[in-house]
């Protein structure tokens, strides 16, 4: 009887559960500047919009401010690697927002003087991390929030 327990638990339930586990997107069919455009960033900046560069994983957004510019940078990642680089920050990961994914922190960029970082994670699935000025915080949630809403869909693939 416990042979049959076992045998029942490793060949019917195990690979039950492993197959309910979520594979990781395939990043390559998404393209970030298509994400959220140029205009969605213009718009939540309240900013003229000067344009975009970058494609796929990576895209960087120009708004005009007074005489000169301010940009905004989204990266598209593999969430394995955002959570290593979250684990490795330990205690120092930046303030936590709720409501964006499994986990999403703000705080100061580390390369980047005067530049904010928001990573947030999709447990299993993907990450983002935006930059923006020091002075965008609001701006960025608001922007996560959109990307996050937008990936639900995933209707702006390559």
């Not at 594979?23 to 213009?42: G, H, Y």
């Not at 510019?69 to 979250?86: G, I, N, P, R, W």
């Not at 922190?105 to 530049?115: C, M, R």
Request: include cysteine; charge should be positive.
């Amino acid at each position: 009887m416990r042979a049959t327990v076992i045998s029942v638990l490793t060949f019917v339930v195990l690979p039950l559960g492993l197959s309910a586990q979520q594979q990781p997107r395939d990043l390559s069919r998404l393209d970030a500047c298509k994400v959220i455009t140029s205009q969605d960033v213009s718009i939540t900046a309240k900013r003229k919009n000067l344009g975009f560069t970058g494609g796929e994983a990576h895209c960087t957004y120009a708004v005009q401010v007074r005489d000169t510019m301010d940009t905004y940078e989204l990266y598209l990642v593999e969430a394995a690697v955002m959570d290593s680089l979250l684990t490795a920050r330990g205690a120092q990961k930046g303030t936590p927002v709720s409501g964006i994914w499994n986990e999403a922190y703000i705080a100061p960029a580390d390369s980047t003087p005067n530049q904010l970082a928001l990573v947030a994670v999709k447990k299993g699935d993907m990450a983002i991390r935006l930059l923006g000025p020091s002075t965008s915080k609001d701006v960025l949630i608001r922007l996560a929030r959109l990307i996050v809403d937008r990936i639900k869909y995933s209707t702006f693939v390559n």
